[in-house]
T-cell receptor
Framework: DVKVTQSSRYLVKRTGEKVFLECVQDMDHENMFWYRQDPGLGLRLIYFSYDVKMKEKGDIPEGYSVSREKKERFSLILESASTNQTSMYLC??????????????FGPGTRLTVL | EDQVTQSPEALRLQEGESSSLNCSYTVSGLRGLFWYRQDPGKGPEFLFTLYSAGEEKEKERLKATLTKKESFLHITAPKPEDSATYLCAVQAPAGGTSYGKLTFGQGTILTVHP
């Protein structure tokens, strides 16, 4: 079974703090994704990465950055947390090519509250 | 721009009362349509991938079907444990900045009463 783990289930931070969210997958997937999920807005893509050290902006990258130094690990960074970044953050990973149609497998999520 | 619309927003059923959830989509060249189940406070759990019109897939009480414009998730004789949010997503062709990206619908919240 694919396993995607996220470093924290719940996190509370102060406005202005630098926040790191970590995601690790154990299935050698090339693609990794960060989403945020908010009531009424659904899942929105923040950033994704299709290879080590490669990244692409998603639909809402403002206020976020990412890092992928190793294939299995994808980090989301909030440089200066703000209250409007309070949300559920979801990491996902998928294969590419080899006949796969890229099902994404999700981690359990991190509920971030910025005070 | 790819768009996915799910209906209804919420659905309440009695145990054993079969029904269907709808996912309408517009996408340039559908590469895949995905169904996920999400329980409160958890990440989405993958259910099905459908690749072409006419395709059907089943898992326990769930059956997903696909046409050129929409997909249905049929729930037969549901049980309270089927209560969850069901998400639909479409995938654009790979390449460029759309590599592997999914566009999600808003979801249907299903509640099954005993």
């Amino acid at each position: 079974d694919v396993k995607v783990t996220q470093s924290s289930r719940y996190l509370v931070k102060r406005t202005g703090e630098k926040v790191f969210l970590e995601c690790v997958q154990d299935m050698d997937h090339e693609n990794m994704f960060w989403y945020r999920q908010d009531p009424g807005l659904g899942l929105r893509l923040i950033y994704f990465s299709y290879d080590v050290k490669m990244k692409e902006k998603g639909d809402i990258p403002e206020g976020y950055s990412v890092s992928r130094e190793k294939k299995e690990r994808f980090s989301l960074i909030l440089e200066s947390a703000s209250t409007n970044q309070t949300s559920m953050y979801l990491c996902a990973s998928s294969l590419v090519g080899r006949g796969s149609y890229n099902e994404q497998f999700f981690g359990p999520g991190t509920r971030l509250t910025v005070l | 721009e790819d768009q996915v619309t799910q209906s209804p927003e919420a659905l309440r059923l009695q145990e054993g009362e079969s029904s269907s959830l709808n996912c309408s989509y517009t996408v340039s060249g559908l590469r895949g349509l995905f169904w996920y189940r999400q329980d409160p406070g958890k990440g989405p759990e993958f259910l099905f991938t459908l690749y072409s019109a006419g395709e059907e897939k089943e898992k326990e009480r769930l059956k997903a079907t696909l046409t050129k414009k929409e997909s249905f998730l049929h729930i037969t004789a549901p049980k309270p444990e089927d209560s969850a949010t069901y998400l639909c997503a479409v995938q654009a062709p790979a390449g460029g900045t759309s590599y592997g990206k999914l566009t999600f619908g808003q979801g249907t919240i299903l509640t099954v009463h005993p």
